[in-house]
């Protein structure tokens, strides 16, 4: 089992900034991939940003060049810079983890981005 803790999302201004992070616990060891999805009322929930565990990073279209993805020396926690922000970028922020061997997804509960003047 992996347990999800995520921080950072909060209100935030057009064209400001805002650093969420998700820290994994449990079994960690042999963690494939992280990423952050996101998902808006009445919308599909969508990839944002994902890494995996050799440090490839892929990005969803509507944030290249303005998210940025990282994670830290013990590859447990990841982070998601986000720039330049937009009120279309308001959403619940998931965190994601998927591990080598394990059909299972693991998701956090969700943090809450708004973009709003």
């Known amino acids: 089992q992996v347990q999800l803790v995520e921080s950072g999302g909060g209100l935030v201004q057009p064209g400001g900034s805002l650093r969420l992070s998700c820290a994994a616990s449990?079994?960690?060891?042999?963690?494939?991939?992280m990423g952050w999805y996101r998902q808006a009322p009445g919308k599909q929930r969508e990839l944002v940003a994902a890494?995996?565990?050799?440090?490839?990073?892929n990005y969803g279209d509507s944030v290249k060049g303005r998210f940025s993805i990282s994670r830290d020396n013990a590859k447990t926690t990841m982070y998601l810079q986000m720039n330049s922000l937009k009120p279309e970028d308001t959403a619940v922020y998931y965190c994601?983890?998927?591990?080598?061997?394990?059909?299972?997804?693991?998701w956090g509960q969700g943090t809450q981005v708004t973009v709003s003047s």
């Open positions: 890494i995996t565990s050799d440090s490839r990073t």
């Open positions: 449990g079994s960690t060891f042999s963690i494939a991939t």
């Open positions: 994601n983890v998927r591990r080598f061997k394990d059909p299972a997804d693991y």
